[in-house]
């Protein structure tokens, strides 16, 4: 069996300058805390401007450090403090000013004085107005931070705060998540392409009325986060769930089991790797009614005809991705488990009791592959789903060498 992997949060410094993009970095705290991200803001005196530090704590859950003096730390020494509690530091906005700064060794605050302190990757994210982005000075102190080591994360050409029209406008926050889970990628699944579904189908029966089931989409987001966290591009198709999806993942909404076949068909000729988590509804109306069906008062008779079956569908590509997919059983698991991963020649299959899985925050897995079973012990479906991408990682490596 693989091993558990760390469960340990990677730790976040994000320091903010001064620059409107600020609240950009206050929504960027957000998708990174959702991803289950530590993060420890530390705002420059002109930052505090353009948000509020208390945004900032509210957000990231801790308070937000603003002076090189701050007597919280026992040692006064938050400069050092700060930077080894930090697995990396991304400055977002970081102005014209304080990008002079880094390129000059200069530490006359807090963050300047933590940013050379530090033994952790530093990533900078510009946003200034279009000639000052232009100015040679600008350049030049880029060109130094790039030799230096320093990640420059590219402003987008756009419209500005100021009015103006140009480079200098810093990258959304959700593109701003992506670099970030990129420093913190380890090798198991680097540079490989991981397809999810997850969730339920919604299939009409007619305006308003439809078939679906009680799956929460919570182990196919799980799933998708966990391959994420392996290092691997996610694209999660999505049936509709109430969920926050995870920030770097590519995510394509879908209602129904054929529009979600649709939309596997348009990805999964980049897939590596295909995890078929949705729960898929196996039926459908024969003919949804566009407008309401009235109540007649006596029985009516509803024709249900069966949904394509997508996994099946991959599985049989002339070249497929390594396909995993997962069964929720009521009776006799081990049983169901195995016909089904042989009757649809998937290599791996997670199987688990619908009545302990469905909707539930934790789950216990049992996984069958040619080797035999696999039990993974109860525990939440965050934990179940590195487990399960460890498992896989494996098994791929393995069929590939
Ligand atoms: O519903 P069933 O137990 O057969 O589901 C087993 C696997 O097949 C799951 O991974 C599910 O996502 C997938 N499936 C599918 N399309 C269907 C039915 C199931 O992809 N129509």
């Known amino acids: ?4 992997p760390s469960l340990t949060a990677k730790r976040l410094l994000l320091g903010l300058t001064g620059g409107v993009a600020a609240y950009k970095a206050a929504e960027l705290a957000r998708l990174l805390i959702q991803d289950g991200m530590e993060v420890q803001a530390v705002m420059t005196e002109s930052a505090c401007r353009f948000v509020g530090p208390a945004t900032l704590q ?18 006064n020494m938050a400069h050092i403090d700060l930077s080894r509690n930090a697995d990396a530091i991304l400055v977002a906005p970081a102005s014209a000013d304080f990008i002079a700064k880094l390129a000059h ?14 033994d952790c990757p530093l990533l900078v994210a510009p946003a200034m107005n279009r000639q000052m982005w232009e100015h040679p000075a600008t350049q030049r102190n880029l060109a130094t931070l790039r030799l230096d ?27 701003l998540a992506k670099a970030v ?51 691997a591009d996610v694209t999660l198709i999505s049936g509709p769930v109430c969920l926050e999806p995870p920030a770097a993942a590519r995510l394509i909404n879908v209602v129904s089991a054929r529009d979600m076949l649709v939309a596997v068909k348009n990805v999964v000729s980049y897939a590596d790797i295909f995890v078929s988590v949705a729960a898929v509804a196996d039926y459908r109306a024969a003919s949804a009614s566009k407008q309401k069906i009235k109540k007649t008062g006596g029985d009516i008779t509803l024709e249900l005809t069966p949904n394509p079956d997508i996994l099946e569908y991959v599985a049989n590509l002339p070249k497929p991705p390594f396909c995993v997919g997962f069964a929720a ?43 035999g079973e696999h039990p993974l012990l109860k525990a939440p479906k965050i934990v179940q789903a590195q487990r399960l991408i460890q498992h896989i990682a494996a098994l791929y490596e393995k069929q590939r060498s």
């Not at 957000?59 to 090189?68: E, N, S, W, Y």
């Not at 009521?330 to 619908?354: D, I, S």
């Open 1 to 4: 069996m693989a091993n558990i």
């Open 58 to 75: 509210a957000l990231t859950g801790k308070p937000v450090f603003t002076d090189l003096w701050d007597t919280r730390v026992a040692n």
């Open 149 to 175: 080591g320093v990640t420059i994360l590219d402003p987008h050409s756009g419209a500005q705060a100021c009015g103006e029209t140009g480079m200098g406008r810093m990258l959304e926050a959700q593109e």
């Open 329 to 371: 059983e009521t009776e006799n698991l081990k049983v169901n488990a195995a016909l089904k991963r042989r009757g649809k020649k998937l290599p791996l299959l997670a199987a688990n009791l619908a009545q302990d899985a469905i909707g539930s925050d934790e789950s216990a897995l049992v996984l069958f592959d040619d080797e």
């Open 105 to 118: 060794g200069l530490a006359d605050d807090l963050l300047s004085t933590l940013c050379l302190a530090r």
């Open 181 to 231: 889970h990129a420093v913190f990628r380890p090798e198991l699944l680097r540079g490989r392409c991981v397809l999810v579904t997850a969730g339920p189908t919604y299939e009409a029966i007619d305006a308003v009325r439809g078939i679906t089931n009680s799956s929460s989409g919570k182990m196919g987001y799980a799933v998708a986060r966990a391959a994420l966290e392996a290092g």
